[in-house]
């Protein structure tokens, strides 16, 4: 293994998420019933002509911007043919000959290492339909929803040596396109699919190995999976003598293998040409400026500030600007609460854990940006216990509460005036003796377990120190 | 006042009729398409009639003329259209098998005009396979029949114009098919400027050249409609928009001074006699009026009908992939696999010369060919724009034939020489021009031959223009002998 | 997948159509032709080829080549979901339909 290198280049796809397709007037959005947002136009049926979408060029743009890219003044828009049920017209619009973002780049961090990702081309194309297979009729179904909703394609030079690269890359890219607002990014819809292309060489050569390619790739994991089961493919391909032919392939994450791609993938000839029923794209300067205007904060400028004006830790700093959704629910939680560390820290701790349980993205979350300020705003004014407050944010990640609403219905604003404390202590003095006489005899520690019983009492709503301080002083009146 | 042909009350006539209440529109319906009935077993211009629902709008456009409600000049006419134009609900062939029982779901921009000016729609006109062709031979339903003569091919809606069972359709043109039926059958034809008629709804054989335009037995007529049907469409992002035609302004058209370019490719070419004798009977009239012409040289002419056959073929190539038997229209019924699926039904539901069209589109824009064929074809089509437009500095209109030769026989045709037939033609699809067909003669077995009048981007009331006063000093009349 | 260097890689072969071209073009453009029609296509291709031939003839050394005709200016459409779900009307025209989708020979990448 030693001896060999592995060289990759990757083509991201990216859905970009407008409200309608690129070409017309059907609704772009995700998850709706087979073949419901779909119109003659990308049913491929005879007559209809394609409009192009005003949003998909300034998408493009903004993400060719912040990829450091150059934007063409000139693009246009050809024919790729192909004959496969999920291309309607049995031809893809896409831009081969004049894309509109060409030689940018991308910085990542792998290994430790700061690494410059060169950035060959990104392009626009339409989206292909889905195939379902129906075994019980032994037949395939076709739903359009799909075809001729916007991608972008994003193509990497092979820059690649290791399946962390690879990685760190399609997590930058991922938060960066997010922060754009130009897609969302969410590998398990396929709104963002990458195609690997991987070559091995022994190390030292110059000369780039048989290539092959595999598609759509589904998840991070697999990605790594895909790439150290096909390096190891060709190794002992290359050991044993064996001839690797350039070809697509399709990564197997069950069985750990990789396979060669029927017929639609490996018809070599896709007889391009330019589309005659669309005018190039002509992009004027003071359009680009006024996108580059507009651009958002990106991921590293953001990290910096935090550090520098929140003080933020470094990591915690580069694990928030991650995702441009943690981004959102801090910036907003910090801007109500007035205090960005505690914001953080509840984002680093409390947000992050309940993602992990519930095996969630940050794009995944739903409650409103408002509420994890509100509830800390409610702790400092000391209207709910800390136990409270992770509690109603529990319930806020759940299912999208109000918080106010959700404390006052429960019940669980803290209590705090003496008036209704003390009885309470009375009743739990009278209750432990055991524990009473304890601290009495010296065993400061129990009072832990009095402070326990005293919050239990007052369903967890006793303000800490009153109940403290009230315990202190009945315990301190029997010392006698 | 056109006297192109007498037999047929113009469009313009019969809407006014309508209008002034002399005749009602029911009425004149029911008799067109008892007409059309009547004709059809010789002519064979029709695919589809639309008897019912033209039944319908006769009625409601009736109505509208009486409520005064803004209607056009053309308000109750009825039309044909190109079986190439989509029109909602009711059957749209394209003059293919693939396309038999084929019901859209939209119509055509140009048909919407049509029908919102009170137009009646009567039936689909007789078409080539997806227009692959100019005289119907290409046609799935068989060819029509030349109006002179039944053992001659003609293209649909202008013989049926032309045997004056309709005054006016809609054709497309796209080397020349809407120029070279209206010569082949003595009437009136119009190919705007490329972007003018919004191509939406009209099914596509080579997208960059494809257009709408009027064919009528009255050059005035056509403008009507072109008025109509005119204009930029939001829906097709290569339409342009063109001022109106102003016909009240015609009639002062003059002749003297209008300066007339002839490429001299056109003289030396093998040309019909018959047809070369007309277009100098018409150039003499011309110059009798005081026009001007003279011959220039346009480089990438020889070459254009090579351009056209390489572009058209590749579009189409392209354009037509999407007939495969899966979204609609035929599939091949003994089908098991996805393979199967679309080779039967492409190579059943084709014809032979739709699939030659189709496989050397293929060849040209193959990855090895793309460069050797398709781009030096648009640097052809490059050269012949460039030609024209600095012709267009020194000329206002350019003239030619309009085919090469008379209406062709029933016999089995070959591709290679379809593409000849469009020699005069192809140059104005490739560059874009507006260009009118106007009868200049016909011979003594009733076969008539065209004169075609090419103008510069936009330029469609000029021609029509120029048109109009050559049909008014009796340019469309000559027959051999120079009787009138 | 796009890639520049996936194209021109097969030499040019002389402009007639053989047996084998004809094989090729029937696979690019999803047409099976009988044996007699094979022979026929391929005498009527070479011939429209033998022809087009001539835009060799023409000098075209540095000329750019021309897409559209007539320049207009730039169309968009504005990022707006107008259209209905339509699903019934736009499966009324296909050949099988199933469970709201077209149907097609089960088909496996
Ligand atoms: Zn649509």
New binding site residues.
């Given amino acids: 293994m030693a001896n060999f290198e592995t060289v990759m280049g990757i083509e991201v796809h990216v859905e970009l998420s407008t409200k309608s ?1 690129i ?4 609704s772009a959005r995700f998850g709706d019933e087979a073949n419901a ?7 491929g049926m005879p007559g209809t002509l394609p409009t192009l979408n005003r949003r998909v060029v300034e998408y493009a743009v903004r993400a060719g911007l912040a990829l450091n890219c150059e934007i063409s003044r000139f693009s246009r828009f050809d024919r790729k043919s192909y004959f496969y049920p999920d291309l309607p017209a049995s031809y893809q619009v896409t831009q081969l000959y004049h894309p509109i973002c060409k030689n940018g780049h991308l910085d990542i961090v792998a290994d430790g290492k700061t690494k410059r990702i060169g950035i060959n081309r990104i392009h626009i194309e339409e989206d292909a339909g889905k195939l379902v297979h129906d075994d019980w009729d032994d037949c395939s179904l076709v739903d359009y929803n799909r ?2 909703v916007p991608l972008i394609e994003i193509v990497s030079e092979p820059d690649f040596r290791s399946a962390d690269e690879v990685v760190a890359y399609l997590e930058k890219l991922k938060a960066t396109l997010q922060y754009l607002g130009v897609s969302d990014c969410k590998m398990q819809e396929g709104s963002m699919r990458a195609d690997i292309n991987l070559s091995v060489r022994p190390v030292g050569s110059e000369k780039f190995g048989v290539r092959t390619e595999m598609k759509n790739m589904a998840s991070l994991k697999s990605i790594a999976r895909a790439i150290a089961g096909e390096t190891r493919r060709h190794i002992d391909a290359i050991e044993s003598g064996e001839t690797l032919i350039q070809e697509t392939r399709r990564w197997d994450d069950n069985k750990g293998f990789s396979f060669a791609m029927r017929n639609k993938e490996n018809a070599k000839d896709y007889k391009y040409f330019p589309d005659p029923n669309l005018m190039p794209v002509i992009v004027e300067e003071e359009y680009i400026r006024e996108i580059r205007a507009s651009l958002p904060e990106l991921p590293e400028e953001k990290k910096a500030r935090y550090i520098r004006e929140f003080g933020l830790p470094e990591y915690d700093a580069d694990i928030l600007t991650g995702s441009r959704y943690l981004v959102a629910v801090f910036e907003r939680a910090a801007d109500i609460c007035k205090n960005p560390k505690e914001a953080s820290n509840w984002v680093m701790t409390e947000l992050l854990k309940l993602l992990n349980d519930a095996q969630m993205q940050p794009e995944d979350m739903k409650f409103s940006p408002d509420s994890l300020g509100t509830i800390l705003n409610m702790l400092t004014e000391g209207k709910i216990n800390r136990a409270v407050a992770k509690k109603t944010f529990a319930e806020v990640f759940e299912s999208d509460v109000d918080p106010v609403d959700y404390v006052r219905k429960n019940g669980l604003m803290q209590v705090s005036d003496t008036g209704s404390i003390e009885p309470v202590i009375r009743e739990v003095l009278d209750a432990n003796r055991k524990a009473v006489s304890e601290y009495l005899a010296g065993n400061e520690k129990s009072i832990q377990f009095l402070i326990g019983q005293s919050m239990k009492a007052l369903r967890g709503k006793g303000d800490p120190q009153v109940v403290r301080d009230l315990l202190i002083k009945g315990l301190d009146e029997r010392k006698g | 006042m056109s006297i192109s042909r007498q037999n047929v009350e113009t469009a313009r006539k019969t809407g006014q009729e309508f209008r002034s209440g002399a005749v009602p529109i029911s009425e004149h319906i029911e008799k067109t398409i008892s007409g059309i009935q009547k004709e059809e077993p010789r002519n064979h211009c029709f695919v589809t009639l639309f008897e019912e629902q033209a039944h319908k709008a006769a009625i409601r456009v009736a109505q509208k003329l009486r409520s005064k409600e803004d209607c056009s000049l053309l308000a109750g006419v009825p039309v044909g259209v190109d079986d190439t134009m989509m029109t909602r609900g009711r059957r749209t062939t394209c003059g293919s098998g693939t396309l038999e029982h084929f019901i859209p779901t939209f119509s055509a921009t140009a048909v919407q005009k049509l029908e919102d000016a009170g137009m009646i729609i009567v039936g689909k006109l007789n078409t080539d396979e997806f227009s692959m062709g100019s005289l119907t031979q290409t046609s799935f339903f068989g060819p029509t029949s030349h109006p002179a003569d039944e053992t001659r091919v003609a293209g649909a809606a202008a013989a049926a114009v032309a045997s004056g069972v309709i005054s006016c359709a809609l054709a497309s043109d796209t080397g020349g098919a809407l120029r070279q039926a209206s010569a082949g059958c003595g009437v009136c034809g119009i190919r705007p400027t490329y972007g003018a008629v919004s191509r939406l709804g009209l099914a596509a054989f080579a997208s960059s050249m494809d257009q709408i335009g009027p064919i009528a037995s009255d050059i005035r007529d056509c403008a009507e409609i072109l008025n109509i049907i005119s204009g930029k469409d939001p829906c097709d992002s290569t339409s342009v928009e063109i001022d109106k035609i102003d016909l009240s302004r015609i009639d002062s058209f003059s002749l003297s001074g209008l300066r007339i370019g002839i490429p001299s490719v056109f003289f030396e070419s093998d040309t019909d006699p018959f047809v070369k004798a007309s277009f100098h009977e018409a150039l003499d009239a011309l110059r009798s009026e005081g026009a001007v012409t003279e011959t220039f040289s346009l480089k990438g002419l020889d070459q254009a009908v090579a351009a056209y056959a390489v572009i058209s073929c590749a579009e189409a190539s392209a354009n037509l992939s999407r007939i495969d038997g899966i979204k609609y229209g035929f599939r091949a019924p003994e089908a098991k696999t996805l393979s199967e699926v679309y080779e039967r039904t492409r190579s059943v539901g084709f014809g032979s010369d739709a699939q030659k069209r189709i496989m050397l589109g293929n060849y040209f824009l193959s990855a090895e060919r793309y460069e050797e064929y398709y781009l030096r074809a648009l640097r052809v089509k490059a050269l012949i724009a460039k030609g024209f437009a600095s012709a267009f500095r020194r000329y206002d209109v350019i003239l030619s034939p309009v085919s090469p030769s008379l209406a062709p026989k029933k016999e089995p045709y070959d591709t290679l020489s379809m593409f000849e037939e469009d020699f005069f033609t192809v140059p104005a699809s490739l560059a874009g021009l507006p260009a009118a067909s106007v009868p200049c003669g016909k011979n003594p077995d009733g076969l008539s031959v065209g004169l075609q009048m090419i103008g510069p981007h936009f330029s469609e009331a000029k021609i029509v223009g120029a048109a109009d006063a050559f049909l008014r000093i009796g340019g469309g009349q000559k027959t051999q002998g120079g009787q009138k | 997948m796009i890639r520049m260097t996936d194209i021109h890689e097969a030499p040019p072969e002389p402009a007639s159509i053989g047996a084998e071209q004809i094989e090729y073009l029937e696979q690019l453009a999803r047409i099976r032709l009988s044996g007699e029609e094979k022979e026929r296509t391929a005498r009527d291709l070479s011939k429209i080829l033998d022809y087009i031939e001539m835009l060799g003839e023409l000098d075209t050394e540095g000329v750019d080549p021309l897409s559209h005709p007539v320049t207009t200016e730039p169309v968009f459409r504005e990022d707006k979901a107008v ?1 209905d779900d339509r699903r019934d009307a736009m499966l009324r025209n296909a050949p099988e339909h199933k469970d709201g989708c077209f149907k097609v020979p089960k088909t496996v990448e």
């Fill in positions: 397709k070409f017309c007037g059907c947002h779909v119109c003659e136009g990308c049913a075809c001729s | 259209n």
